[in-house]
């Protein structure tokens, strides 16, 4: 059974950092790309960034030079780090697995408001 666990979220200050962690399991982490997907009230899903197995990196334009992705195939983890958050970050977080599969957990919120 696959799963995908994410943490890290909560509420911070504009400006402020928050590191995002979703750890899998059930699947061969290694061969999958991994990804961050968002979703604010009222808007549809959209591409956070994205992680492949050889660790190359795509990001929207929105938080380029703002988030870094990154992954451990050790502790079948991937990161979001994301510094000087805007109000408009404000969103449920979601981790996302896709090779034999398309995987989803189950989302974390985060909320930049002062």
């Known amino acids: 059974q696959v799963q995908l666990v994410e943490s890290g979220g909560g509420l911070v200050q504009p400006g402020g950092s928050l590191r995002l962690s979703c750890a899998a399991s059930?699947?061969?982490?290694?061969?999958?790309?991994m990804g961050w997907y968002r979703q604010a009230p009222g808007k549809q899903r959209e591409l956070v960034a994205t992680?492949?197995?050889?660790?190359?990196?795509n990001y929207a334009d929105s938080v380029k030079g703002r988030f870094t992705i990154s992954r451990d195939n050790v502790k079948n983890t991937v990161y979001l780090q994301m510094n000087s958050l805007e109000p408009e970050d404000t969103a449920v977080y979601y981790c996302?697995?896709?090779?034999?599969?398309?995987?989803w957990g189950q989302g974390t919120q985060v909320t930049v408001s002062s």
């Open positions: 996302n697995a896709r090779y034999y599969g398309d995987y």
């Open positions: 992680i492949g197995s050889l660790g190359s990196t």
């Open positions: 059930g699947i061969i982490f290694s061969t999958y790309t």
